[in-house]
């Protein structure tokens, strides 16, 4: 009878643990989908001092008002390269303009990329998985200072924009309530992260 109760017992868990196992597949793969789908922006700091991090906004500022036809909103993941590389020599430019006439001698850089970025929570509501996204990187100088951040696609932090895509327009339903409800997921994501950070580190 013991013997009976401890092989239910053992199946049982099993079984738990595999139910566990194909629920976190299909959440991770959820999360592939949503970082498929964001463009992200990235501005990073020549140093966490003072003056760096606020030439940093600057700078930023700088950049999105040159390329406001491309920074409207419509610029998505799929095509952010392809539209971004032919402008890059006049973003650049008027971003060391901006430098120089802060009275600083810093290069720039910016260029498209896949960048690694952890879990995180935009405006208290909508949580993104840890993992690669397709970003706008902007570097200053040694770019080791803190970064500026933001959700260029779906638009959800252009000061400017051209059209009213929402995250709601972008993501399906399964998409939207894991970004919806980071707390509900909080352990999920953090799993994730560790699994994201490991494979980016390996790989």
């Known amino acids: 009878m013991k013997k009976t109760i401890v092989r239910i017992e053992i199946s049982i868990l099993i079984a738990l643990i595999i139910a566990n196992t194909f629920s976190f597949v299909g959440f991770s793969k959820q999360c ?3 970082r498929n789908k964001v463009l992200r922006m990235h501005v990073i700091a020549n140093s966490d001092e003072e003056y760096d991090q606020e030439l940093k906004l600057k700078v930023r500022d700088a950049v999105l008002r040159e390329g406001r036809e491309l920074f409207d909103g419509s610029l998505t993941a ?27 001698n810093y290069k720039v ?17 909508v949580t993104l998985p840890a993992g690669e996204y397709t970003a706008v990187k902007v570097v200053i ?26 995250i709601h327009d ?3 339903s399964d998409e939207l309530n894991i970004v919806n409800n980071g707390q509900r997921y909080s352990f999920k994501f953090k799993i994730l992260e560790i699994c994201e950070d490991l494979y980016k580190k390996i790989k």
């Open 78 to 104: 799929d095509d952010a390269e392809e539209k971004i590389v032919p402008n890059i020599d006049r973003l650049e430019n008027v971003a060391l303009k901006t430098i120089r006439d802060e009275g600083y």
């Open 109 to 125: 850089k910016i260029y498209v990329a896949n960048e690694f970025f952890k879990t995180r929570v935009y405006d208290n509501s």
């Open 141 to 166: 100088g040694e770019g080791k200072g803190k970064n500026w951040w933001c959700v260029m696609f779906p638009p959800m932090c252009l000061p400017a924009v051209n059209n009213d895509t929402g």
């Open 170 to 172: 972008v993501l399906n």
């Open 32 to 34: 592939d989908e949503i």
